[in-house]
T-cell receptor, first 119, second 111 residues
Framework: EVQLVQSGGGLVQPGGSLRLSCVAS????????MDWVRQAPGKGLEWVGR??????????EYSASVKGRFTISRDDSKKSLYLQMTRLKTEDTAVYYC????WGLGEFWGQGTLVTVSS | DVVMTQSPLSLPVTLGQPASISCRSS???????????LTWFHQRPGQSPRRLIY???DRDSGVPDRFSGSGSGTYFTLTISRVEAEDVGVYYC?????????FGQGTKVEV
């Protein structure tokens, strides 16, 4: 059974940093691209970024709203995906989801973790 | 960015009856690799989204066959052949052909 278990959300002040984690099981983690998607309270879904497996390395892509502030990384030995968020803004308040990519985003999703940016 | 426009935004449905949601993109979603990366998700309140359909019409494992996707180019449709009570919630389309990936606004389906 595929599982993505997230951790690391919480309350942070504007300008602060937070790191989200997503631990995978039930599939060959190293074979798959992975995505982060967020959902502001009462709003729709927004793609945040992804980490793409190429032949010998990984590359990352980000939405314009987070580029330069957020960093996606992974540790295949720990079957873990990370989202390092810095210089957080109030508009970054959202539930953040990690997702397994298979012929596109979101074949499976984590349970989501709430990030609240507020003073 | 590619704009994804869903309609309707609210869809009252009758159990046992068909229902459909449309999604229009501001650019063709045909990729240079000849695939069209149009995806449909369903989200119930308080839950993570669930992927239903990918590449326009391929159904994910475990998704009931009452769900089907169709379309090409810039116009796509999700159809539920006979609505069941568990189908209520919000449906989103997503394009993955062009960077950045973009979602539709969501369509709320309620009985």
């Amino acid at each position: 059974e595929v599982q993505l278990v997230q951790s690391g959300g919480g309350l942070v002040q504007p300008g602060g940093s937070l790191r989200l984690s997503c631990v995978a099981s039930g599939f060959t983690f190293s074979d798959h691209h992975m995505d982060w998607v967020r959902q502001a309270p009462g709003k729709g879904l927004e793609w945040v970024g992804r980490i793409i497996k190429t032949r010998q390395t990984y590359t990352t892509e980000y939405s314009a709203s987070v580029k330069g502030r957020f960093t996606i990384s992974r540790d295949d030995s720990k079957k873990s995906l990370y989202l390092q968020m810095t210089r957080l803004k109030t508009e970054d308040t959202a539930v953040y989801y990690c997702g397994k990519d298979n012929w596109g985003l979101g074949e499976f999703w984590g349970q989501g973790t709430l990030v609240t940016v507020s003073s | 960015d590619v704009v994804m426009t869903q309609s309707p935004l609210s869809l009252p449905v009758t159990l046992g009856q068909p229902a459909s949601i449309s999604c229009r993109s501001s650019q063709s979603l045909l990729h240079s690799d000849r695939n069209t990366y149009l995806t449909w998700f369903h989200q119930r309140p308080g839950q993570s989204p669930r992927r239903l359909i990918y590449k326009v019409s391929d159904r994910d494992s475990g998704v009931p066959d009452r769900f089907s996707g169709s379309g090409s180019g810039t116009y796509f449709t999700l159809t539920i052949s006979r609505v069941e009570a568990e189908d209520v919630g919000v449906y989103y389309c997503l394009q993955g052909t062009h960077w950045p990936q973009t979602f539709g606004q969501g369509t709320k389906v309620e009985v």
